[in-house]
């Protein structure tokens, strides 16, 4: 995700483009987005942060320029498991929002995730992602075998999530380095 740092005009131009994507960041509704996901080469060792070879987690409207792992004005990433299906025709309607660090809960609504680090995603997480808090929420995932345990948290075999203002700009290459692992849940809060 980066840092994306906005004045109030940037804000209100961002907040009136996700307005007309037809996105409802407050109610959950990511129509026309794409699921949060991450690259093919993952190494195993997510309790130690090694994912050598990741690519970057983020999304944007169309995703035109996913595949260039240009991440530039990429709105907040998105994950839950209504979204799962329809992942390929962008369709994540009713998906829950994925937050991201302590600066970002705030000011999530309106596009301003400066400073953000960790993401979130899960049924507990929606509603009180105003205030930030996360407790009990799911892994951030992507890859086809976590999608359907989502439900349950149970993330077994899932590629793991990146953020992080190093990340954005090699994410084709995979060269995520420097970047923050991505977790949920009281234990592991940050990275």
């Known amino acids: 995700m980066g840092n994306i740092k906005m004045t109030a005009l940037k804000k209100t131009a961002f907040a009136r483009k996700i307005a007309d ?3 409802a960041l407050d109610a ?3 129509t026309g987005a794409f699921v949060s996901w991450s690259g093919p080469a993952e190494a195993t060792d997510m309790l ?3 994912a050598t070879g990741a690519c970057v987690s983020w999304s944007e409207p169309m995703a035109r ?3 260039d792992g240009d991440a530039t004005g990429a709105y907040v990433s998105w994950s839950g498991p209504e979204a799962k299906t329809d992942a390929l025709s962008g369709d ?3 998906a829950f929002v994925s937050w991201s660090g302590p600066e970002a809960k705030t000011e999530a609504h309106d596009g301003d995730a400066t400073g953000a680090f960790v993401s979130w995603s899960g049924p507990e997480a929606k509603s009180d992602a105003h205030d930030g808090d996360a407790t009990g929420a799911y892994v951030s995932w992507s890859g086809p075998e976590a999608t359907t345990d989502a439900r349950d948290g149970d993330a077994t075999g899932a590629y793991v999530s990146w ?4 990340a954005k700009s090699d994410a084709r290459d995979g060269d995520v380095t420097g970047a923050f692992v ?3 849940g009281p234990a592991r809060a940050a990275k």
């Open 182 to 184: 991505s977790w949920s």
């Open 92 to 94: 994540a309607t009713g």
């Open 21 to 23: 994507a037809g996105f």
């Open 65 to 67: 320029e996913m595949s």
């Open 28 to 30: 959950g509704e990511a």
């Open 163 to 166: 953020s992080g203002p190093e």
């Open 48 to 50: 130690t942060g090694d």
